[in-house]
């Protein structure tokens, strides 16, 4: 019951990260890319803050529920006396899940607060340079959760 909470809300996070990024990047951007500077990053700071709060949970929920789940596997492998062999596929899902909230952190707190001090300075090209910046590592993190999902529901192993 506990594991498949957990993996509920495991898979629930997941699915709001990788939305938001997919419905940013995809359809958001190049809707708005026509606009005047000061609207489109004005906008794009609003959105992005409500956006990235939402990941700070979903990220931290995503991590927790999967090194629980891990902790719960391999206590109870240890406890019924085998010895605990992580399966290929649950590894590359912990090594890219951290880097990707590692990204997530630089965005959020290094490339957002940028944008956050040009808007405020109202310097619009320096707002645009941190947006294509956070545009390019939003783009990195889809690529590791497409990969980390395709691994991971395909069954993939090296
Ligand atoms: C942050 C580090 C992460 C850890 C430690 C972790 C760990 C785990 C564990 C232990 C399971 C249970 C597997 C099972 O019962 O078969 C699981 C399930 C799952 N994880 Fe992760 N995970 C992490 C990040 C991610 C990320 C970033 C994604 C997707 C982008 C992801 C997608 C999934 C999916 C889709 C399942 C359900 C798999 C299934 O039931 O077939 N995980 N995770």
Redesign the pocket.
Known sequence: MI?AAL?TV??LS?IVW?GGMVFAHFFLRPAIAQLEPVVRVRLMHDVLGRFFKVVLVASLL??A???W??GR?AKQVVQSGGSFDMPVT?TV??V???A??AIFMHIRFVLYKRLGRAVAASKWTAGGAALAQIRSWVLINLG???L??LV??MRWTA
């Open positions: 594991y993996k495991h898979v997941i990788i995503t991590l529920s999967g090194v789940m891990l596997v649950w899902m912990a890219l899940g951290v990707m909230v590791l959760g497409v980390v999902l991971t529901l």
